[in-house]
């Protein structure tokens, strides 16, 4: 695993220091040479994951061939599994590069993978503002590890 040069108070780098006995209480999936697999706290919908490199970047045209085929491949994996564990319909990817880009973290790029499924929208969110995540994130976390490290070991 590379160093992780952590700046300031970064809560990917804070998850991905931990030690793999306790990743589940940081929603790790999985950590691998130059870049990890981890939900979102605050998902958009159920099996919202993030791919990040563990370098501390927050510009993406800094990372080397090595760690975006990595992400690449943790990308793959992830779609995988979440077809696999919850079926979506399709998938959302992407990065948010910047503040004016909506980067809630804008010193550890991450890209999201969010699942998606015919009618998943619903009046709460234009009502109040309020996503319903009908899945608690640790028994998701439960269900998804062995299924996405079945395939990891495959590849």
């Known amino acids: 695993m590379e160093n992780i040069d952590r700046i300031g108070n970064c809560f990917l780098c804070d998850a991905v220091s931990q030690p793999k006995d306790i990743w ?37 045209t800094s990372l080397d061939d090595e760690t975006l085929l990595e992400i690449n491949r943790l990308t793959k994996v992830c779609i995988k599994a979440l077809q696999v564990c919850i079926k979506p319909h399709g998938f959302n990817l ?11 973290l804008e010193d550890h790029i991450h890209l999201h993978i969010v699942p998606r499924w015919n009618g998943d929208t619903n009046f709460m969110p234009v009502l109040s503002e309020t996503k319903v995540i009908s899945q608690d994130l640790y028994e998701l976390y439960d269900r998804l590890k062995p299924i996405f490290y079945g395939l990891i070991d495959a590849t």
């Open 94 to 104: 992407g990065y948010n590069l910047g503040r004016s880009a909506g980067a809630g």
């Open 24 to 60: 589940r209480d940081f929603l790790v999936l999985y950590v691998g040479e130059r870049a990890f697999v981890i939900f979102n706290k605050y998902p958009y919908n159920a099996g919202h994951l993030m791919v990040s490199p563990i370098a501390h970047t927050g510009d993406f």
